[in-house]
C-alpha cells in the first residue's frame, strides 16, 4: 500500500465485504484498493448489486468491511469505538440519502440545525447558518414545515442542506436524484458542483443517472464488488 | 433535540401512546386503591384496636410488659397520670389494676380476668362506655358492680342483677373475694377477651387485691396516631423515672402488630404483580415502537447520534407517557380512593382481624396512595424501556438504513 498523502481524504486497501444472504455467502466487495483525493467530484457507477451502496457504507463508517482497511481523513475507521465514529461522522462527513431520510418529527430548520445541536455549535449561530443554507438550496419560507409538507425535490435539497451546514471534508450522496425529475436533478446537481468548486468539498456519489455521470470530474465504473474502471476527467 | 424528538414521537402513534398510557393510569389507579383500602383497613384496625384495649402508649412499672406479676405495680398513678396530662398532644389517659381470679355466678365458676377501670377516665379515653351492650356503664364512684364480657355471661349463664362472687388472692397474701352485682355486658370485639374479662370499679380492684392506691397500667391516648413514638419520648422525658417502661402500641401488642406487617408485606407482592402485567403489555408496545423506527434510529446514527443519545431518547419517550399517566393516575387514584374513604366496600358477612371484627372496609386517601403508585409505575417503565433502548441503541446504521 503505497504512502497516504495529505491530500488523500479516503484511502481504502483491500476492502471486501461479505453478507450472507438466506445462509449463502455473498461478496458484495472484492478487495477494492481506491483513494479520492480533496475536492473530488466523484461518481460511483454501475449495475444495481455492482457494491456501490456498500462501499460507501463501508468508507463512511456506517458498516464495517470483512477484510481491508479503510483510512478516511487520515483516520483508521477500524480503530474507533462506536461512540468515535459518531463523532467522527458528525465533524467529517454529510450524508444525502436515496430516501432523503429527514427525522419527521423535527422541522425543516430543526433537520438542518440537528447535526450543529450534536456538535455543540452555538443556538445564534445554527440560526444564521441554517437560513442561509436554505437560501443556497432554494428553500427560502420552509424553514417551519415538516417533512410531510414537502415535495421529494424539497426533501432532498433540506437533505443536502443538512448534510452541507456544519461544512464537512466530504459528502456522500447515495443516489440523490434518484427519485426526483430530471429537472429537479439538473438543479440539484448544478448547485452540489457550485459548492463544491466555492467550498473545495469532497463529493462521491453513486449514481445511474447519466447527468450526474457527466458532471463527475472523475468516474469509476464498479462490477462485481470490483473496480472495473477509473476515469479522471 | 433529544428530548423535543422523544416528546413529539409521543404524538406520532396517538392511538399506541393512549393504550400504553391506559394502561400505566389503569396500573397506576389499581395500585393506589390497593395502598388507600390496605391502609383504611389496617388504621380502621389499629384505631380500633388501641382505642377498645391497648391505648396508644401504655405505662408501666419496669418489666411488666416481658413478665405481668400482680406487684409490679406504678404506686403515684395519679400524680404520673397528671405529667401525662401535661405532654403535648396527649388527648387523655386513664389508669388500670389486672388481676386473675375464679368468678362464680350461682353454681357456675370459671377462671376471669380481672381489670379495674377508672370509669369517667375510661370512657374520655377507651369510650368504655361503647362497649357495654346491655345495661349500664359501672357507676363512676365504687359501687361493688361489675361490667363482665358477653361470652362470660354465657359461660356463667348470668344476666343483668345477677351477682358475681370474684375469688382471687391480695397482693399482701391474703384471700381476696367480694361480692359483686352484674350491671352490665361487655363486647369488645375480642372474643377471646370476651369470654374472660370481668370489669370493676378500680377503686373495688384496688380494695379486692389490696393494692390501695396503686394501678398496673396509665393507659394514654394521643390526638393522632402518627405521632406516638414521638409522645412516647415525651413522656419518657417528662416521667424521667428508671422504673417505669413507656411503650407504644406497637411494642405494647408485639405479635399483633408483626402479624399486621408480615400481612402488609404479603400486600406489596400482590402490588409487584399488578405492575408486572403491566409491564409486560407496556414492553410489547415500546418494542413495536422501536422496531417500527429502526430506519430512523439508524439515519440519526449516521448523521452523528451517539449509541448513548438514542438510549435516551427512547427511555425518554417511555418517560414521558409515564409521567403523564402518573398525574392521570393520580387524580383517578385519589378519586377512587376518596369514593371508598366515603361508602367504602361492606363484606356480606364480618371479618375478624386479630380478634377485631370488621364488616364494612373504608379507603383511606393519603400520601402513599400516590408516592408509592408513582414510584412503581416510573421504576417499570425505566426498567421495561431499557431493553429496546439498548436495541435502538446498538441498531447498525448501514442495516437499519435497509429496513423499510
Not at chain 1, 153 to 159: D, I, K, L, S, Y
Request: a negative charge; charged letters at 20%; proline letters at 3%.
Amino acid at each position: 500500500m503505497e504512502q497516504v498523502q495529505k491530500t488523500d481524504v479516503i484511502v481504502t486497501a483491500g476492502v471486501t465485504k461479505v453478507y450472507e444472504a438466506d445462509g449463502v455467502p455473498v461478496n458484495a466487495l472484492n478487495g477494492i484498493d481506491l483513494t479520492i483525493r480533496s475536492g473530488e467530484f466523484t461518481a460511483l457507477v454501475g449495475p444495481s448489486g455492482s457494491g456501490k451502496t456498500t462501499f460507501l457504507n463501508i468508507i463512511s463508517g456506517l458498516d464495517s468491511p470483512t477484510a481491508g482497511s479503510v483510512w478516511l481523513a487520515g483516520k483508521v475507521l477500524s480503530e474507533m469505538s462506536g461512540n468515535e465514529l459518531s463523532d467522527f461522522r458528525r465533524d467529517n462527513i454529510g450524508f444525502v440519502f436515496q430516501a432523503y431520510n429527514l427525522i419527521p418529527v423535527l422541522t425543516v430548520e430543526e433537520n438542518v440545525e440537528y447535526i450543529m445541536l450534536l456538535a455543540g455549535v452555538p443556538k445564534a449561530e445554527r440560526h444564521d447558518r441554517v437560513i442561509g443554507m436554505l437560501g443556497a438550496v432554494g428553500l427560502e419560507g420552509v424553514a417551519e414545515r415538516t417533512p410531510t409538507q414537502l415535495s421529494g425535490g424539497q426533501q432532498q435539497r433540506v437533505a443536502i442542506a443538512r448534510a452541507m451546514v456544519s461544512e464537512p471534508q466530504i459528502i456522500l450522496a447515495d443516489e440523490p436524484t434518484a427519485n426526483l425529475d430530471s429537472k429537479t436533478g439538473a438543479d440539484l446537481l448544478e448547485m452540489m458542483r457550485r459548492l463544491n468548486a466555492e467550498t473545495g468539498m469532497t463529493f462521491i456519489f453513486s449514481t445511474h443517472d447519466p447527468m450526474v455521470m457527466e458532471g463527475a470530474t472523475r468516474l469509476i465504473t464498479l462490477r462485481d464488488g470490483r473496480i472495473d474502471t477509473d476515469e479522471r476527467r | 433535540m433529544i428530548l423535543k424528538i422523544a416528546f413529539r414521537n409521543t404524538f406520532r402513534q396517538k392511538r399506541r401512546t393512549i393504550l400504553t398510557a391506559l394502561a400505566m393510569v389503569v396500573g397506576f389507579a389499581l395500585l393506589s386503591l390497593t395502598i388507600g383500602l390496605s391502609d383504611g383497613a389496617y388504621g380502621g384496625i389499629i384505631e380500633m384496636f388501641t382505642r377498645n384495649r391497648t391505648g396508644h402508649i401504655q405505662v408501666h412499672r419496669e418489666g411488666y410488659l416481658d413478665k405481668p406479676s400482680l406487684y409490679k405495680t406504678i404506686d403515684n398513678p395519679s400524680a404520673v397520670g397528671a405529667a401525662i396530662q401535661n405532654t403535648a398532644r396527649v388527648e387523655a389517659w386513664t389508669q388500670r389494676v389486672y388481676g386473675a381470679g375464679l368468678g362464680s355466678v350461682g353454681e357456675k365458676s370459671t377462671a376471669v380476668q380481672i381489670v379495674g377501670v377508672d370509669v369517667a377516665r375510661e370512657i374520655r379515653a377507651t369510650r368504655f362506655d361503647n362497649r357495654v351492650i346491655e345495661g349500664s356503664v359501672l357507676a363512676e364512684t365504687a359501687s361493688h358492680e361489675a361490667v363482665i364480657g358477653k361470652g362470660l355471661a354465657k359461660i356463667l349463664s348470668a344476666e343483668i342483677g345477677d351477682e358475681i362472687v370474684i375469688v382471687s388472692q391480695g397482693a399482701d397474701g391474703s384471700i381476696a373475694n367480694d361480692v359483686y352485682q352484674i350491671v352490665g355486658i361487655a363486647e369488645s370485639g375480642d372474643d377471646v377477651t370476651d369470654r374472660v374479662v370481668c370489669y370493676l370499679h378500680i377503686e373495688d380492684a384496688q380494695e379486692l387485691f389490696v393494692l390501695e392506691g396503686r394501678a398496673h397500667e396509665i393507659v394514654v391516648i394521643v390526638s393522632n396516631i402518627n405521632w406516638v413514638d414521638k409522645v412516647t419520648g415525651a413522656i419518657e422525658t417528662r416521667l424521667n423515672d428508671p422504673t417505669l417502661d413507656v411503650a407504644p402500641w406497637q411494642v405494647v401488642a408485639k405479635s399483633f402488630y408483626r402479624a399486621m406487617k408480615t400481612d402488609q408485606q404479603g400486600d406489596a407482592i400482590s402490588r409487584w404483580v399488578i405492575m408486572l402485567i403491566v409491564a409486560i403489555g407496556v414492553l410489547n408496545t415500546v418494542l413495536m415502537s422501536v422496531l417500527e423506527r429502526t430506519r430512523e434510529y439508524g439515519v440519526l446514527k449516521a448523521v452523528g447520534t451517539k449509541p448513548v443519545q438514542i438510549f435516551w431518547l427512547v427511555v425518554c419517550e417511555v418517560v414521558i407517557i409515564a409521567l403523564a399517566s402518573i398525574c392521570v393516575g393520580a387524580l383517578l387514584g385519589v378519586l377512587i380512593n376518596y369514593l371508598f374513604s366515603i361508602y367504602g366496600i361492606t363484606y356480606p358477612e364480618e371479618i375478624t382481624y386479630g380478634g377485631m371484627k370488621l364488616k364494612t372496609l373504608y379507603a383511606e386517601v393519603n400520601v402513599r396512595c400516590l408516592v408509592i403508585p408513582a414510584i412503581t409505575v416510573m421504576i417499570s417503565a425505566v426498567i421495561v424501556s431499557l431493553f429496546p433502548a439498548v436495541k435502538a441503541a446498538r441498531i447498525m446504521p448501514a442495516k437499519a438504513m435497509r429496513t423499510h
